[in-house]
């Protein structure tokens, strides 16, 4: 065993409505899972108290791994810093003119309010062209000045971004020099540091959310780090990327828009692992919450990564993350039927607060998770987490009565089937938008359902969509937490090239390469953990002349010694070639490449779990799980239907629909036609009866 | 009709939206020119096979082609379909504006697609092509009095019949273009869309069977016209009337009247254009599919929730005079369509306001702002930076207008100063928000731009400008004030110079050094000034947004003493 797993590792994932910890042990062979409430604003009192529940001596624990929304949380309620933006004269405004989009295609309603207000956003002389030939050198006083002005404001960042920095980062090192001589503060965020990428709206949003979030995101690793030293921790304290990797808290501080969608990251990587470690290296996962369904695919073991999202509104922050596609329908999403005639779910939610009519805290429209109670699918009196003694059942049946059954002349039943089967198409819709639009046959892929409220649709989107099979992981409430304590150490850099392909450096490409590898690990080696093997992943993107849609070109390096050798003008061709047949089906015959941007990735290997500590002990037995039966509408009838504690199952049982399968923080409905069989990691896998 | 129970009826909704989404997707992701790739200047969907009308149209294309499409499908059925000559595995394509809406660099291609051997609906895809010939690269000629100056006209023809792809009607397209290998890719994306979306329509009806996809597509139609009889049940009767002025057609100087009256009786509304004025020399002359596309877009403005269906028109009455210029005839130009269209749109919001002002925008800044800086490098190559420049959107009862907006018939995103730095011989000196541009108001509307661009090219530079908003300004409503009006300057030798006509200027010549200077309108303001919070007037002034002196001028002394 390495040193970094000696002792016990805690992932801890901190989510909207609740905090989620995973302890585990290996050298006990044993694991543990913790739900505490998330506690807000500060969300290190949950976190704190979420480890307390499975580790006392915190001396014993060898490596805390936390994925946080606190970064996205201060994004979307503008909780950030008081900052200030330096830029180039004539520049001022960019960051609040966006790229000229707007908040819907239809309506031309709403405004829209940077994170830096114009008065905080100052000019200065200097220029440098697309070139990088430096036009105009830096005003160095002027620069002072503006810093001495976000001073007496009252600022506690700043973000220093010049237009065409990212060819030449001259000018605005210089002011960086500048800013942090006069100002001893952490936080002084410069754009060609952060993001060295063509585009300044992107670029300078990345750089200002950055600088807004760094003392939030800063003094709150803190005070994580302070409490758990003070407990006795002395391991390494690691945090989630929006990549799927994890950072060091250091670099976390100086990075903390890195970890923008951290989060939902650490629960695709966790299902991803769970499904290899099945059998299957396709997979769609499927997060239902409150108010939305977010589908991340994964093919051949990989997840893919989008370059850039949008938290909010012009709220842009441009470095991979994690693709996951999200569309309003969740258990809280409200149906409706519009004057039309049609019935609606969502995008309105009643969210966890007030949440469901069954919560009775005065919603009175009723919701997915409504209809699931109405037909018994949730067990009255047992509510998952929320702190509820009983949902109401009648109130839930009043509501889909008056506001679905009426207008579309259904019984209560029927609207409450009507409202599944419309939820479920339009989840359905999200996995054939990950999945067959981008050319996969969705039949090759499995699906797994975590978060609250997957598992008791898997077995209709099963069906709608041709999915092969569900993977219901043995703790889907607690799959972020345990993707922390997975996840890969991993390092992103980008640089610009903007250059035509045969006239690509290698020597000057080869030098970047190298300055990003020895950049990320010397990161790996600073962080303390040790790993399994290192790798260095180089891509480039790349176009044809004229196009202004990249492609991914992923070029194989070979990294010997710490040197790297650069890849070749015509390996970069060929593999431009490849990439561009494999995404269009065909090349542009002369057509002239063109090399946009670098991107390195440099990623160390994180020793894996061994799943099998999952997998429900010699005390299981399916005699023990039965929990008698209840009544359970599914299609046009009501089936007895057998009940299970999931937890007690043992490995090998099968369960034929129609089952429940309850456990804390989930429930799991088999219909009829399809069996469920737990796997030798504790997984229950569902198939069509007879598949 | 075989009846549809309401929960398969959602369920298809949201299976054939989805149809159509893969089928903007798919364009949007092989095209090779930025126009589609980029600015999303496309769009798909499904359409009547008697009627044409639309049933169910994507939601990522741009605004102005749901509801013009469905006339590229009545050309095909008025010219072939109509004498029984379709056949399967047809497929039609044609620009011609005058017939199918819109301008010429608009490629519509039309695929009937059939079912046991009837005609069971058709499938459209339009996106906007690089070039299509004429007398300037890009197609936007303001200077042009015939559409054979815009572009080469095509006519709807068969590009495959049976099946078979026409090679000669390809050899003739890219001929006629500057950048053939672009038209290549932009038809060869058109048709693996229209195949895509006939494979997964065939999948949907396997499922289905052909008799309920029919009858859901004529329950959405149905659905629709409820919908908006609804929408327009809840407005008042009466009749609203409204006006506004284009600067001039680009050749003479006259202004151009554009009226409407805006009539609600039950449920039923009517949008009468008479009054407006009679078709022009120069390139703002519109074709009746395009005037009537355009009502529907801002009835969608106002009454978001509508779905992209032909139902939505039957409760609509739409009077265009004969001869305007909101219908002209062949052989007008229609190049400039988009300035026209979006006067279209603020007059119907200044008549709708008047009716029902909590939910109705004020004018946004109403201009496409068509740029074009072009020369030639030294090595001789040849450079043609073009581009549409952004604006202030109109206040509402909810928030302030949004600054730098995009045009309402449109969703397309500017591109980022650094990268035309990188491409083309120019320095952007200012890429700015204009203060002093928005109009005032309880909600004042969203500032306008400022850019400022020099050319960095020893061999110097020739530009032009097709825009509007230079004489008349975005107007508020309910009781909101004007934005700034359009203001462009270029450099000579002789200091700053403006177009003679305003907003509109062909061949200006610019030497190595020399800079052009758009300054956009900001959005109309919303409500009386007067009803402004002092504290938002003082935060305006604090942000610069606004002087002083103009602050009180519109706003009186409160806000002085309010804090920011």
């Given at each position: 065993?390495?040193?970094?797993?000696?002792?016990?590792?805690?992932?801890?994932?901190?989510?909207?409505?609740?905090?989620?910890?995973?302890?585990?042990?290996?050298?006990?062979?044993?694991?543990?899972?913790?739900?505490?409430?998330?506690?807000?604003?500060?969300?290190?009192?949950?976190?704190?108290?979420?480890?307390?529940?499975?580790?006392?001596?915190?001396?014993?624990?060898?490596?805390?791994?936390?994925?946080?929304?606190?970064?996205?949380?201060?994004?979307?309620?503008?909780?950030?810093?008081?900052?200030?933006?330096?830029?180039?004269?004539?520049?001022?405004?960019?960051?609040?003119?966006?790229?000229?989009?707007?908040?819907?295609?239809?309506?031309?309603?709403?405004?829209?309010?940077?994170?830096?207000?114009?008065?905080?956003?100052?000019?200065?002389?200097?220029?440098?062209?697309?070139?990088?030939?430096?036009?105009?050198?830096?005003?160095?006083?002027?620069?002072?000045?503006?810093?001495?002005?976000?001073?007496?404001?009252?600022?506690?960042?700043?973000?220093?971004?010049?237009?065409?920095?990212?060819?030449?980062?001259?000018?605005?090192?210089?002011?960086?020099?500048?800013?942090?001589?006069?100002?001893?503060?952490a936080h002084v965020s410069a754009s060609a540091e952060i993001l060295p990428e063509i585009r300044e709206f992107e670029r300078t949003s990345t750089t200002a959310l950055n600088a807004y979030l760094q003392p939030e995101i800063a003094g709150y690793l803190d005070r994580l780090e302070g409490a758990l030293r003070g407990g006795g921790f002395a391991g390494e304290f690691l945090i989630v990327q929006s990549n799927g990797g994890v950072m060091s808290v250091e670099t976390a501080c100086r990075l903390p828009?890195?970890?923008?969608?951290?989060?939902?990251?650490?629960?695709?990587?966790?299902?991803?692992?769970?499904?290899?470690?099945?059998?299957f290296s396709d997979v769609i996962t499927g997060d239902v919450g409150g108010t939305s369904f977010d589908v991340a695919l994964i093919a051949g073991g990989a997840s893919r990564l989008a370059a850039q999202t949008s938290i909010d509104f012009g709220l842009v922050v441009r470095t991979p993350m994690i693709e996951i596609t999200t569309i309003g329908a969740g258990g809280g999403s409200i149906a409706w039927v519009d004057k039309g005639g049609l019935l609606n779910i969502g995008p309105e939610s009643a969210g966890s607060d007030p949440g469901p009519v069954a919560y009775g805290r005065g919603n009175d429209r009723p919701t997915v998770t409504d209809a699931n109670v109405v037909l018994g699918r949730i067990d009255p009196d047992r509510p998952i987490g929320g702190g509820l003694e009983r949902l109401d059942v009648a109130g839930a049946a009043a509501a889909i009565d008056a506001h679905v059954g009426k207008p579309l002349g259904l019984d209560t039943l029927a609207a409450a089937e009507a409202i599944l089967k419309v939820a479920n198409a339009r989840m359905a819709g999200a996995i054939r938008l990950v999945s067959i639009e981008r050319g996969h046959s969705p039949a090759r892929f499995a699906f797994m359902p975590f978060g609250g409220g997957g598992a008791l649709h898997a077995c209709a989107l099963l069906s709608e969509v041709g999915l092969a099979r569900a993977i219901v992981p043995r703790y889907p409430g607690v799959t972020s937490a345990l993707g922390c304590v997975i996840a890969d150490m991993r390092q992103d850099f980008v640089q610009t090239l903007n250059v035509l392909g045969d006239a690509l450096d290698e020597a000057a490409t080869g030098a970047l390469i190298q300055a990003h590898a020895d950049e990320g690990m010397g990161l790996l080696n600073a962080s303390g953990v040790s790993f399994e093997a290192r790798d260095v992943v180089v891509e480039f993107d790349m176009a044809y002349v004229g196009q202004t849609h990249t492609v991914p070109v992923p070029v194989p390096v070979v990294v010997e010694g710490g040197r790297v050798t650069p890849p070749s003008r015509a390996e970069v061709a060929e593999a431009f070639d490849a990439a561009y047949r494999s995404t269009y089906g065909r090349l542009l015959p002369g057509g002239t490449r063109r090399v946009l941007n670098l991107r390195t990735a440099v990623i160390g290997r994180r020793p894996k779990l061994d799943l099998a500590l999952l997998a429900p002990g010699a005390g299981a037995s399916a005699e023990a799980a039965r929990q008698g039966t209840r009544r359970v509408h599914i299609g046009e009838e009501w089936h007895e239907t057998a009940l299970y504690d999931r937890l007690t199952l043992p490995v090998g049982a099968e369960v034929a629909g129609p089952a429940i399968l309850a456990q804390p923080d989930t429930t799991i409905l088999i219909e009829p036609g399809f069996t469920g069989r737990v796997d030798r990691f504790g997984n229950l896998i569902i198939e069509r009866a007879g598949a | 009709m075989a009846e549809i129970d309401p929960v398969t009826l959602a369920v298809l909704a949201g299976r054939m939206e989805q149809i159509a989404d893969e089928m903007d997707a798919t364009l949007f992701r092989s095209a090779f020119n930025p126009i589609i790739a980029e600015a999303h200047d496309a769009s798909h969907g499904i359409y009547d096979a008697e009627t044409g009308e639309t049933l169910v149209q994507g939601k990522s294309g741009l605004p102005i082609f749901v509801g013009v499409m469905a006339f590229a499908v009545k050309a095909v059925i008025e010219k072939f379909a109509r004498h029984g000559d379709v056949t399967e595995g047809d497929v039609f394509i044609f620009n011609d504006a005058h017939i199918g809406g819109t301008h010429l660099s608009d490629m519509r291609l039309v695929q009937p697609v059939f079912r046991d051997g009837q005609l069971f609906c058709y499938l459209a895809s339009v996106g906007h092509w690089h070039d299509v010939g004429g007398a300037v690269p890009g197609n936007y000629n303001p200077s042009a009095t015939e559409v054979f100056q815009e572009a080469f006209v095509l006519p709807p023809v068969r590009l495959y019949r049976a099946g078979e792809l026409q090679q000669d009607v390809v050899d003739i397209l890219l001929r006629n273009s500057r950048m053939p290998v672009s038209a290549q890719g932009d038809l060869n994306g058109q048709i693996n869309a229209l195949g895509l979306g006939v494979r997964r329509l065939d999948a949907l009806i396997d499922e289905y069977g052909a008799e309920t996809i029919d009858a859901a597509l004529k329950a959405l139609t149905e659905r629709a016209g409820r919908l908006m009889a609804a929408e327009i049940e809840g407005l008042p009767d009466g009749r609203w009337e409204a006006e506004d002025f284009l600067d001039n057609d680009g050749i003479s100087p006259e202004a151009l009247a554009i009226r409407v009256a805006l009539e609600v009786r039950a449920d039923r509304l009517t949008l009468d254009f008479t009054g407006s004025a009679p078709a022009c020399q120069g390139p703002v002359n519109i074709a009746l599919p395009t005037s009537i596309a355009c009502c529907y877009v801002a009835i969608k403005h106002i009454f978001p929730a509508?779905?992209?269906?032909?139902?939505?028109?039957?409760?609509?009455?739409?009077?265009?005079?004969?001869?305007?210029?909101?219908?002209?005839?062949?052989?007008?130009?229609?190049?400039?369509?988009?300035?026209?269209?979006?006067?279209?749109?603020?007059?119907?919001?200044?008549?709708?306001?008047?009716?029902?002002?909590?939910?109705?925008?004020?004018?946004?800044?109403?201009?496409?702002?068509?740029?074009?800086?072009?020369?030639?490098?030294?090595?001789?190559?040849?450079w043609v930076m073009f581009s549409f420049y952004g604006g202030g959107h109109g206040g509402s009862l909810e928030s302030d207008g949004l600054n730098h907006g995009n045009a309402p018939i449109s969703t397309a995103t500017i591109p980022p100063a650094e990268i035309l730095e990188a491409a083309y011989p120019v320095i952007f000196r200012q890429w700015a928000l204009r203060p002093d541009s928005a109009g005032a108001g309880m909600h004042r509307g969203g500032l306008g731009a400022i850019y400022e661009i020099e050319v960095m090219e020893e061999m110097g530079a020739q530009a032009f400008l097709f825009g509007e908003r230079g004489r008349f300004a975005p107007k508020g409503v309910a009781g909101g004030g004007e934005g700034a009006l359009n203001h462009f300057s270029y450099q000579t030798d002789d200091g700053w110079a403006e177009p003679p006509l305003v907003s509109k200027m062909v061949g200006i010549a610019l030497r190595q050094g020399q800079r052009v200077r758009l300054e956009t309108p900001g959005g109309g303001g919303y409500g009386p000034p007067g009803r402004r919070a002092p504290e938002a007037v003082a935060r305006d002034v604090a942000l610069g947004f606004i002087n002083e002196d103009a602050a009180t001028e519109s706003y009186g002394d409160a806000w002085k003493g309010a804090r920011a």
């Open positions: 065993m390495s040193p970094a797993r000696s002792g016990r590792m805690i992932g801890v994932d901190v989510g909207g409505t609740f905090t989620d910890v995973f302890l585990l042990d290996e050298a006990a062979g044993a694991v543990q899972v913790a739900k505490v409430p998330t506690t807000r604003p500060d969300q290190s009192g949950g976190f704190l108290a979420g480890i307390a529940r499975v580790a006392e001596d915190l001396g014993t624990v060898g490596t805390v791994v936390h994925g946080t929304t606190a970064g996205t949380n201060a994004l979307l309620e503008r909780k950030g810093a008081r900052i200030g933006l330096i830029t180039t004269q004539g520049f001022r405004d960019a960051l609040e003119m966006r790229r000229r989009d707007r908040r819907a295609t239809w309506g031309l309603r709403g405004d829209y309010v940077p994170v830096v207000p114009r008065d905080r956003r100052f000019e200065v002389p200097e220029r440098t062209l697309a070139d990088g030939t430096i036009l105009e050198e830096v005003d160095i006083a002027a620069v002072e000045a503006a810093a001495r002005a976000l001073i007496d404001m009252g600022c506690a960042a700043v973000a220093i971004a010049f237009v065409n920095s990212y060819a030449n980062p001259g000018n605005e090192r210089r002011a960086a020099e500048a800013v942090r001589a006069l100002w001893p503060n828009v890195r970890t923008a969608l951290s989060g939902p990251a650490a629960g695709v990587i966790a299902a991803g692992y769970i499904a290899e470690c099945a059998g | 509508l779905p992209a269906n032909a139902g939505v028109m039957r409760q609509i009455d739409i009077r265009v005079p004969e001869g305007s210029l909101l219908a002209a005839d062949f052989p007008a130009p229609t190049g400039g369509y988009t300035e026209t269209i979006l006067r279209m749109i603020d007059v119907i919001f200044s008549a709708a306001a008047q009716a029902i002002p909590e939910r109705v925008v004020a004018n946004a800044y109403g201009t496409i702002n068509a740029l074009s800086i072009a020369g030639r490098r030294s090595d001789g190559r040849r």
